[in-house]
């Protein structure tokens, strides 16, 4: 059932509430549904890759999640957001290979000097997200993984605008959090069953990728087989 369609402005002194309506509505789901099924799919089939190569890293997670669970605990929003580590494996999985790399632009409203650039008012920018994602000056051997880096004692080293797998601001991915939950949930459901081996067809170490008009993904997809634990 959709709110009215039009548009209400409240307001609490100096707070105001906007009710939003059934176009808006539509709008989201439909991007939900659309922005979110190959991004989430693409995220999911790295993790992959790195975990088929890292058994340890594997493992690691599945203690955890028993750890949490126990024998008779079921996977939920409440117990997902429990598994810390599962959480920075995927964190440092999107950094390594951000799903979206091209889609964030901003339009400068006023001219504005950044350091030694000037940038007219009207310009378009795009944020170089895999540049920021492997910029040695940011990130200590970029190219390898490093799920500590996601520990909540590291995370107050990084730079807010240095990780933007969903972009930043107003105007991140509606579907962020979403998006991190289905994925976790996905991984954490495959874990507690089955170990993740590699195939005839798997990449062992780096694998190929190429870049779409807005996304990258496996040249040659996801190949691996799974074992009952």
């Known amino acids: 059932m959709f709110l009215k369609s039009k548009k209400e402005i409240s307001k609490d002194?100096?707070?105001?509430?906007?009710?939003?309506t059934d176009w808006e509505i539509r709008a989201n789901s439909i991007t939900f549904l659309?922005?979110?099924?190959?991004?989430?799919?693409?995220?999911?089939g790295f993790t992959t890759h790195i975990l088929v190569n890292r058994q340890d890293v594997?493992?690691?997670?599945?203690?955890?999640?028993?750890?949490?669970?126990?024998?008779?605990?079921?996977?939920?929003?409440?117990?997902?957001?429990?598994?810390?580590?599962?959480?920075?494996?995927?964190?440092?999985?999107?950094?390594?290979?951000p799903p979206v790399i091209t889609f964030v632009n901003r339009v400068a409203d006023e001219d504005y000097q950044l350091g030694d650039f000037k940038i007219p008012?009207?310009?378009t920018i795009q944020v170089p997200v895999w540049q920021l994602h492997h910029d040695p000056e940011i990130w200590s051997e970029p190219y390898e993984f490093k799920p500590e880096r996601f520990l909540p004692e590291n995370m107050k080293d990084i730079h807010?605008?240095?990780?933007?797998?969903?972009?930043?601001?107003?105007?991140?991915?509606?579907?962020?959090?979403?998006?991190?939950?289905e994925a976790k949930l996905a991984l954490a459901k495959i874990l507690r069953a089955y170990r993740?081996?590699?195939?005839?067809?798997?990449?062992?170490?780096?694998?190929?990728?190429?870049?779409?008009?807005l996304t990258i993904g496996p040249v040659h997809g996801i190949h691996v087989k799974v074992v009952p634990v």
């Open 58 to 97: 594997q493992e690691r997670i599945r203690e955890e999640i028993n750890d949490v669970l126990g024998e008779d605990g079921v996977l939920d929003y409440n117990t997902v957001n429990e598994l810390r580590y599962l959480d920075q494996v995927f964190s440092e999985s999107l950094r390594l290979y």
């Open 160 to 181: 807010p605008m240095a990780y933007q797998p969903f972009g930043s601001g107003p105007r991140n991915c509606i579907g962020m959090r979403m998006g991190q939950l």
């Open 121 to 123: 008012k009207d310009t």
């Open 13 to 20: 002194g100096k707070k105001q509430i906007k009710f939003i």
């Open 196 to 213: 993740v081996v590699p195939s005839e067809k798997t990449e062992i170490g780096e694998i190929q990728y190429n870049v779409k008009f």
């Open 34 to 44: 659309l922005a979110g099924y190959e991004t989430t799919s693409t995220a999911l």
